[in-house]
């Protein structure tokens, strides 16, 4: 318990995780847009869901072969859910960039700023925060069989060094869903798209 956190080599994997899907991200979308490669950009863009393969792999084995289940663990499969979920809503963010930035192409489009575009939009973004939830769940339920422990009940995740994490997932999701989906639906506003010209 003394050791520090950075201590587990399973917290660098994360944190190399991280550091590697911008570093594929941003050498496949510059090799396709910058030096105009778009096969060895595509291969290198394969290496962003390849951190997600070798980072449940890595905490999968680590159960496994008696690892005990941490916090560490926790924030793995909160980190899964997080980049499976919006991990191609990134790639697809940063590839506009890219491409107009350095390919002629067309402008970013700013999100609506109300209306029903913006109810839609929020609902599109809210239903991203649902999936990472359940791919988190279902990477925990993996871990607790795979280290033979008992899923806890949701009154218990708190109180679990590993399932801690999926309690605050869910505060933040139903925070994300009162300013988000549920703000824009009961205030709708309008969109000023129109009014502003603005992408």
Known sequence: MGESLFAEPLLWLIVGAEI???VFLLAGLGARYVLRRRGPGAVLLLGVPLMDLVLVTASTVDLA??????????LAALY???TVAFGHSLVRWADVRFAHRFAGGPA???PPRG???RMRYEWREYGKVVAAWVITAAVLVLLSLVGGRAVPAPGAWSGDPMWSWLATASLIAGIWFVAGPLWATVFPGTDD???SGAR
């Open 108 to 110: 970013p489009i700013r």
């Open 20 to 22: 590697g899907f911008w």
């Open 80 to 82: 899964l859910g997080i």
């Open 65 to 74: 072969t008696g690892g005990e289940p941490s916090r560490v663990h926790g």
């Open 193 to 195: 798209r129109e009014r």
């Open 115 to 117: 209306g029903a575009a």
